[in-house]
Protein backbone atom coordinates (compact mmCIF):
# COMPACT_ATOMS: atom_id res chain seq x y z
CA UNK A 1 0.00 0.00 0.00
CA UNK A 2 1.25 3.16 -0.63
CA UNK A 3 0.36 6.39 0.86
CA UNK A 4 0.52 9.60 1.72
CA UNK A 5 2.13 9.51 5.47
CA UNK A 6 5.20 10.17 5.53
CA UNK A 7 4.71 13.84 5.76
CA UNK A 8 2.64 13.50 8.79
CA UNK A 9 4.00 10.66 10.22
CA UNK A 10 7.39 9.86 9.85
CA UNK A 11 9.36 7.05 11.03
CA UNK A 12 11.77 7.54 13.75
CA UNK A 13 14.94 6.99 11.62
CA UNK A 14 13.85 9.41 8.51
CA UNK A 15 13.39 12.74 11.73
CA UNK A 16 16.34 11.60 13.48
CA UNK A 17 18.31 11.34 9.85
CA UNK A 18 17.13 14.86 8.77
CA UNK A 19 17.70 16.30 11.99
CA UNK A 20 20.82 15.10 12.10
CA UNK A 21 21.39 16.11 8.80
CA UNK A 22 20.25 19.67 9.46
CA UNK A 23 22.70 20.20 12.66
CA UNK A 24 20.20 20.75 14.66
CA UNK A 25 20.49 18.09 16.67
CA UNK A 26 23.50 16.45 18.49
CA UNK A 27 22.08 14.98 21.86
CA UNK A 28 23.64 11.42 23.02
CA UNK A 29 20.44 9.66 21.51
CA UNK A 30 21.70 11.11 18.30
CA UNK A 31 24.73 10.61 18.27
CA UNK A 32 23.93 6.67 19.39
CA UNK A 33 21.68 6.00 16.46
CA UNK A 34 24.85 7.85 14.03
CA UNK A 35 27.32 5.25 15.72
CA UNK A 36 24.22 2.48 14.59
CA UNK A 37 24.69 3.74 11.25
CA UNK A 38 27.93 3.67 10.47
CA UNK A 39 28.06 0.68 12.20
CA UNK A 40 25.55 -0.79 9.42
CA UNK A 41 27.20 0.60 7.05
CA UNK A 42 30.94 -1.15 7.88
CA UNK A 43 28.21 -4.33 7.98
CA UNK A 44 26.99 -3.75 4.65
CA UNK A 45 30.17 -3.19 3.32
CA UNK A 46 31.31 -6.21 5.28
CA UNK A 47 28.93 -8.41 3.52
CA UNK A 48 30.24 -7.33 0.36
CA UNK A 49 33.93 -8.40 1.19
CA UNK A 50 33.44 -11.30 2.79
CA UNK A 51 30.84 -12.51 -0.48
CA UNK A 52 32.53 -12.21 -2.95
CA UNK A 53 29.92 -13.92 -5.62
CA UNK A 54 27.40 -11.27 -4.64
CA UNK A 55 29.67 -8.66 -4.61
CA UNK A 56 29.94 -9.31 -8.07
CA UNK A 57 26.71 -9.69 -8.98
CA UNK A 58 26.18 -6.12 -7.47
CA UNK A 59 28.55 -4.61 -9.08
CA UNK A 60 27.32 -5.91 -12.64
CA UNK A 61 23.56 -5.61 -12.36
CA UNK A 62 21.61 -3.00 -12.76
CA UNK A 63 19.06 -2.15 -9.63
CA UNK A 64 15.69 -0.68 -9.87
CA UNK A 65 13.37 -0.22 -7.48
CA UNK A 66 10.10 0.46 -9.78
CA UNK A 67 7.80 2.31 -6.92
CA UNK A 68 9.72 4.71 -3.74
CA UNK A 69 8.37 7.28 -1.92
CA UNK A 70 12.12 7.75 -0.77
CA UNK A 71 13.66 10.72 1.21
CA UNK A 72 10.27 12.80 1.94
CA UNK A 73 9.16 13.11 -2.04
CA UNK A 74 5.35 12.87 -0.85
CA UNK A 75 5.47 15.70 1.12
CA UNK A 76 8.17 16.85 3.40
CA UNK A 77 9.86 20.47 3.20
CA UNK A 78 13.31 19.02 2.68
CA UNK A 79 15.16 15.74 1.43
CA UNK A 80 14.91 13.45 5.07
CA UNK A 81 18.35 11.53 3.50
CA UNK A 82 21.06 11.28 1.33
CA UNK A 83 18.92 9.43 -1.22
CA UNK A 84 22.39 9.07 -3.78
CA UNK A 85 24.50 8.26 -1.09
CA UNK A 86 22.62 5.32 -0.40
CA UNK A 87 21.97 4.24 -3.81
CA UNK A 88 25.89 4.72 -4.34
CA UNK A 89 26.71 2.57 -1.10
CA UNK A 90 24.01 0.10 -2.40
CA UNK A 91 25.21 -0.78 -5.43
CA UNK A 92 22.01 0.47 -7.12
CA UNK A 93 21.11 2.43 -10.50
CA UNK A 94 17.65 4.17 -10.04
CA UNK A 95 14.57 4.59 -7.97
CA UNK A 96 11.22 5.16 -9.49
CA UNK A 97 10.98 8.42 -7.57
CA UNK A 98 7.06 9.16 -7.56
CA UNK A 99 5.13 11.78 -5.06
CA UNK A 100 1.28 10.71 -4.85
CA UNK A 101 -0.78 12.50 -6.74
CA UNK A 102 -3.90 12.62 -4.25
CA UNK A 103 -2.00 13.67 -0.75
CA UNK A 104 -3.64 16.45 0.23
CA UNK A 105 -7.11 14.72 0.29
CA UNK A 106 -6.15 11.21 1.69
CA UNK A 107 -5.01 9.69 5.01
CA UNK A 108 -3.84 6.75 6.62
CA UNK A 109 -6.05 5.69 9.86
CA UNK A 110 -4.39 4.03 12.59
CA UNK A 111 -5.84 0.59 11.37
CA UNK A 112 -3.35 1.37 8.21
CA UNK A 113 -6.67 1.77 5.84
CA UNK A 114 -6.23 4.80 3.46
CA UNK A 115 -9.34 7.03 3.45
CA UNK A 116 -10.75 10.03 1.75
CA UNK A 117 -10.99 13.18 4.00
CA UNK A 118 -12.33 15.73 1.12
CA UNK A 119 -12.85 16.05 -1.82
CA UNK A 120 -9.73 18.39 -3.30
CA UNK A 121 -10.22 22.23 -4.25
CA UNK A 122 -10.41 23.24 -8.11
CA UNK A 123 -6.27 23.17 -8.27
CA UNK A 124 -5.27 22.40 -5.47
CA UNK A 125 -4.04 18.80 -6.47
CA UNK A 126 -2.14 20.64 -9.68
CA UNK A 127 -0.70 22.92 -7.40
CA UNK A 128 0.36 20.32 -5.06
CA UNK A 129 1.82 18.07 -8.06
CA UNK A 130 3.57 21.69 -9.08
CA UNK A 131 5.08 21.92 -5.79
CA UNK A 132 6.79 18.37 -5.57
CA UNK A 133 8.00 18.98 -9.28
CA UNK A 134 9.69 21.88 -8.14
CA UNK A 135 11.17 19.86 -5.18
CA UNK A 136 12.39 16.91 -6.69
CA UNK A 137 13.93 19.78 -8.96
CA UNK A 138 15.71 20.42 -5.70
CA UNK A 139 17.05 16.97 -4.53
CA UNK A 140 18.18 16.19 -8.07
CA UNK A 141 20.20 19.30 -8.05
CA UNK A 142 21.78 19.49 -4.40
CA UNK A 143 22.39 15.44 -4.61
CA UNK A 144 23.85 15.30 -7.62
CA UNK A 145 21.33 12.88 -8.84
CA UNK A 146 20.51 12.26 -12.62
CA UNK A 147 17.29 11.48 -14.52
CA UNK A 148 16.52 8.38 -16.79
CA UNK A 149 14.75 10.31 -19.43
CA UNK A 150 15.31 8.13 -22.69
CA UNK A 151 15.85 4.73 -24.10
CA UNK A 152 19.44 3.37 -23.34
CA UNK A 153 19.37 5.81 -20.23
CA UNK A 154 19.68 3.06 -17.65
CA UNK A 155 22.57 1.11 -18.72
CA UNK A 156 24.66 4.25 -19.75
CA UNK A 157 23.71 5.32 -16.38
CA UNK A 158 24.73 2.12 -14.05
CA UNK A 159 27.71 2.47 -16.43
CA UNK A 160 28.39 5.59 -15.09
CA UNK A 161 27.25 4.32 -12.02
CA UNK A 162 25.61 7.28 -11.23
CA UNK A 163 22.27 7.35 -9.11
CA UNK A 164 19.30 8.19 -10.67
CA UNK A 165 15.61 8.52 -10.33
CA UNK A 166 12.98 7.51 -12.70
CA UNK A 167 10.20 10.83 -12.30
CA UNK A 168 7.17 9.14 -11.26
CA UNK A 169 3.45 10.09 -10.16
CA UNK A 170 1.27 8.04 -8.17
CA UNK A 171 -2.16 8.77 -9.44
CA UNK A 172 -3.24 11.33 -12.52
CA UNK A 173 -5.82 13.55 -10.53
CA UNK A 174 -3.70 16.16 -10.93
CA UNK A 175 -4.72 16.31 -14.47
CA UNK A 176 -8.10 17.32 -13.83
CA UNK A 177 -9.27 16.13 -17.06
CA UNK A 178 -6.93 17.93 -18.71
CA UNK A 179 -4.56 15.41 -20.55
CA UNK A 180 -1.94 18.21 -22.05
CA UNK A 181 -0.84 18.06 -18.43
CA UNK A 182 0.99 14.71 -19.00
CA UNK A 183 3.00 16.53 -21.67
CA UNK A 184 3.31 19.56 -18.77
CA UNK A 185 4.67 17.00 -16.42
CA UNK A 186 6.67 15.06 -19.14
CA UNK A 187 8.67 18.14 -19.87
CA UNK A 188 9.44 18.34 -16.16
CA UNK A 189 11.85 14.71 -16.47
CA UNK A 190 8.38 12.61 -15.36
CA UNK A 191 8.50 9.17 -17.50
CA UNK A 192 6.26 7.09 -15.26
CA UNK A 193 2.81 7.56 -15.22
CA UNK A 194 0.30 5.62 -12.16
CA UNK A 195 -2.56 5.96 -13.65
CA UNK A 196 -5.06 5.77 -10.23
CA UNK A 197 -4.22 5.86 -6.52
CA UNK A 198 -6.86 5.86 -3.45
CA UNK A 199 -8.71 9.12 -4.35
CA UNK A 200 -11.35 7.87 -6.82
CA UNK A 201 -10.21 9.34 -10.53
CA UNK A 202 -12.39 10.01 -13.69
CA UNK A 203 -9.48 7.88 -14.85
CA UNK A 204 -11.69 4.40 -13.82
CA UNK A 205 -11.75 2.09 -11.12
CA UNK A 206 -9.33 1.19 -8.17
CA UNK A 207 -8.76 -1.60 -6.13
CA UNK A 208 -9.74 0.01 -2.78
CA UNK A 209 -13.15 1.63 -3.33
CA UNK A 210 -16.55 0.03 -4.92
CA UNK A 211 -16.26 -0.03 -8.78
CA UNK A 212 -18.11 2.63 -10.29
CA UNK A 213 -16.22 3.02 -13.83
CA UNK A 214 -16.91 0.16 -15.54
CA UNK A 215 -13.02 -0.32 -15.16
CA UNK A 216 -11.39 1.82 -17.59
CA UNK A 217 -12.91 4.73 -18.82
CA UNK A 218 -12.75 6.71 -21.56
CA UNK A 219 -10.41 9.46 -20.28
CA UNK A 220 -8.12 6.84 -18.77
CA UNK A 221 -8.18 5.23 -22.12
CA UNK A 222 -6.81 8.93 -23.55
CA UNK A 223 -4.25 8.88 -20.77
CA UNK A 224 -3.01 6.32 -21.53
CA UNK A 225 -2.59 6.59 -25.42
CA UNK A 226 -1.65 10.23 -24.46
CA UNK A 227 1.56 8.02 -22.56
CA UNK A 228 2.03 5.80 -25.30
CA UNK A 229 1.91 8.92 -27.69
CA UNK A 230 5.08 10.99 -25.32
CA UNK A 231 7.06 8.06 -23.85
CA UNK A 232 5.91 7.15 -20.23
CA UNK A 233 6.12 4.12 -18.36
CA UNK A 234 2.31 3.20 -17.61
CA UNK A 235 1.77 1.67 -14.49
CA UNK A 236 -1.65 0.15 -13.52
CA UNK A 237 -0.81 -0.16 -9.29
CA UNK A 238 -3.83 0.29 -7.55
CA UNK A 239 -5.85 -0.31 -10.12
CA UNK A 240 -9.09 -2.65 -10.44
CA UNK A 241 -8.44 -5.99 -12.69
CA UNK A 242 -11.39 -4.59 -14.64
CA UNK A 243 -9.17 -1.32 -15.49
CA UNK A 244 -6.13 -3.86 -16.68
CA UNK A 245 -8.09 -6.01 -19.09
CA UNK A 246 -9.41 -2.50 -20.85
CA UNK A 247 -5.32 -1.13 -20.20
CA UNK A 248 -4.00 -4.62 -21.52
CA UNK A 249 -6.15 -4.03 -24.90
CA UNK A 250 -5.00 -0.65 -25.77
CA UNK A 251 -1.60 0.11 -24.31
CA UNK A 252 1.00 -0.07 -26.79
CA UNK A 253 3.62 -0.57 -24.48
CA UNK A 254 3.88 -3.14 -21.66
CA UNK A 255 2.00 -2.60 -18.59
CA UNK A 256 4.13 -1.99 -15.04
CA UNK A 257 2.38 -3.19 -11.97
CA UNK A 258 4.81 -1.43 -9.93
CA UNK A 259 3.46 -2.30 -6.07
CA UNK A 260 1.52 -5.28 -4.87
CA UNK A 261 2.01 -8.99 -3.80
CA UNK A 262 0.45 -11.81 -5.15
CA UNK A 263 -2.08 -12.89 -3.09
CA UNK A 264 -1.35 -17.06 -2.00
CA UNK A 265 -5.09 -18.16 -2.02
CA UNK A 266 -7.41 -16.56 -4.71
CA UNK A 267 -10.06 -17.97 -3.38
CA UNK A 268 -9.32 -16.30 0.05
CA UNK A 269 -8.60 -12.24 -1.08
CA UNK A 270 -10.81 -9.93 0.75
CA UNK A 271 -12.20 -7.13 -0.30
CA UNK A 272 -10.61 -4.03 -1.64
CA UNK A 273 -7.37 -5.85 -0.89
CA UNK A 274 -4.30 -4.64 -2.45
CA UNK A 275 -3.10 -7.57 -3.49
CA UNK A 276 -3.39 -9.32 -6.88
CA UNK A 277 -4.75 -12.22 -7.81
CA UNK A 278 -2.95 -14.77 -10.09
CA UNK A 279 -5.22 -14.02 -13.10
CA UNK A 280 -4.47 -10.31 -12.31
CA UNK A 281 -0.84 -10.51 -12.64
CA UNK A 282 -1.17 -12.67 -15.07
CA UNK A 283 -2.32 -10.39 -17.24
CA UNK A 284 0.38 -7.59 -16.73
CA UNK A 285 3.01 -10.26 -17.45
CA UNK A 286 1.33 -10.89 -20.84
CA UNK A 287 1.84 -7.46 -22.07
CA UNK A 288 5.45 -8.13 -21.66
CA UNK A 289 4.82 -6.02 -18.21
CA UNK A 290 6.34 -6.55 -15.25
CA UNK A 291 4.89 -7.08 -11.10
CA UNK A 292 6.65 -5.10 -8.71
CA UNK A 293 6.73 -6.77 -5.29
CA UNK A 294 5.99 -4.80 -2.33
CA UNK A 295 8.00 -4.69 0.76
CA UNK A 296 4.83 -4.10 2.91
CA UNK A 297 5.59 -4.78 6.44
CA UNK A 298 1.91 -6.04 6.86
CA UNK A 299 2.70 -8.15 3.99
CA UNK A 300 6.36 -9.26 5.12
CA UNK A 301 8.16 -8.86 8.09
CA UNK A 302 11.69 -9.66 7.09
CA UNK A 303 13.94 -9.61 4.04
CA UNK A 304 13.77 -13.32 3.87
CA UNK A 305 9.94 -13.29 3.63
CA UNK A 306 10.09 -10.69 0.90
CA UNK A 307 11.94 -12.69 -0.99
CA UNK A 308 9.80 -15.98 -0.73
CA UNK A 309 7.10 -13.36 -1.91
CA UNK A 310 9.15 -12.78 -5.32
CA UNK A 311 9.25 -16.47 -4.97
CA UNK A 312 6.12 -17.19 -5.35
CA UNK A 313 5.89 -14.27 -7.60
CA UNK A 314 7.95 -15.56 -10.31
CA UNK A 315 5.89 -19.01 -9.84
CA UNK A 316 3.07 -17.46 -11.22
CA UNK A 317 4.41 -14.95 -13.97
CA UNK A 318 8.09 -16.35 -14.59
CA UNK A 319 11.18 -14.80 -13.15
CA UNK A 320 11.27 -12.18 -16.52
CA UNK A 321 7.75 -10.55 -15.38
CA UNK A 322 8.70 -10.13 -11.45
CA UNK A 323 10.32 -6.95 -10.05
CA UNK A 324 11.13 -4.86 -6.63
CA UNK A 325 8.44 -2.04 -6.05
CA UNK A 326 9.54 -1.18 -2.46
CA UNK A 327 6.83 1.40 -1.68
CA UNK A 328 9.32 2.73 0.71
CA UNK A 329 8.48 5.03 3.07
CA UNK A 330 4.72 4.58 2.30
CA UNK A 331 3.31 2.57 4.98
CA UNK A 332 3.03 6.03 7.48
CA UNK A 333 5.32 5.10 10.86
CA UNK A 334 5.76 1.21 9.68
CA UNK A 335 9.15 0.48 7.99
CA UNK A 336 9.06 -1.62 4.78
CA UNK A 337 11.05 -4.40 4.82
CA UNK A 338 13.89 -2.63 3.65
CA UNK A 339 14.29 0.84 3.51
CA UNK A 340 17.94 1.63 2.98
CA UNK A 341 18.82 1.15 -0.80
CA UNK A 342 22.58 1.00 1.09
CA UNK A 343 21.45 -2.96 2.07
CA UNK A 344 20.60 -3.95 -1.26
CA UNK A 345 23.60 -6.11 -1.29
CA UNK A 346 21.54 -7.93 1.42
CA UNK A 347 18.51 -8.53 -0.74
CA UNK A 348 20.60 -9.97 -3.09
CA UNK A 349 22.22 -12.35 -0.59
CA UNK A 350 18.73 -13.31 0.53
CA UNK A 351 17.58 -13.93 -3.04
CA UNK A 352 20.26 -16.16 -3.46
CA UNK A 353 19.25 -18.00 -0.08
CA UNK A 354 16.15 -18.46 -1.83
CA UNK A 355 17.83 -20.41 -4.86
CA UNK A 356 17.31 -17.76 -7.57
CA UNK A 357 20.08 -17.82 -10.49
CA UNK A 358 22.12 -14.74 -11.24
CA UNK A 359 20.48 -14.63 -14.38
CA UNK A 360 17.12 -14.12 -12.64
CA UNK A 361 18.50 -12.07 -9.79
CA UNK A 362 19.76 -9.74 -12.84
CA UNK A 363 16.19 -10.02 -14.50
CA UNK A 364 14.36 -8.95 -10.89
CA UNK A 365 16.70 -6.84 -9.71
CA UNK A 366 15.95 -4.72 -12.81
CA UNK A 367 16.55 -6.10 -15.70
CA UNK A 368 12.77 -6.30 -16.21
CA UNK A 369 12.17 -2.91 -15.69
CA UNK A 370 14.61 -1.76 -17.96
CA UNK A 371 13.02 -4.04 -20.66
CA UNK A 372 9.61 -1.98 -20.55
CA UNK A 373 11.45 0.98 -19.46
CA UNK A 374 13.30 1.07 -22.90
CA UNK A 375 9.72 0.26 -25.00
CA UNK A 376 7.95 2.79 -23.07
CA UNK A 377 10.30 5.81 -23.49
CA UNK A 378 11.80 7.76 -26.61
CA UNK A 379 15.05 6.99 -28.05
ZN1 LIG B 1 0.64 2.83 -3.83
Known sequence: MSSCAEHCDPTRRSVLRGLARSGA???????????????????????????????????????VDMHSHAAGVNGRPAPTYDLAARLRSGGMTAVCLCHSADVPVIRREPDGKVVTVRSP????????TKKRLAWVDALV????????????????LHADRAPAIVQAIEGSQFLEGRLERIGEVFARGVRQLQVVHFFVSEMGD????????????????????????????????HASMAFVEAAAQVCKTPLLLSHTAIAKRDDRMQRFTRLVSS??????????????????????????????????????????HVGMGTDNSGFGALPGVWEDYADFPKV?????????????????????????FNRSVRA
Open 25 to 63: LATGATLGWLAGEAEGAARNNDALQTDAETAALVESLIA
Open 348 to 372: VQAMRRRGFTAAEIRKIAGGNYVRV
Open 141 to 156: QAQGLRRALKRGDLEA
Open 206 to 237: NQTEPATQGGLTALGKEAIAECNRLGLVVDVA
Open 121 to 128: HPGELWNH
Open 279 to 320: AHAKLVAQTGGVVGIWGAPLAYKTIDQWADGLAHAADIVGAD
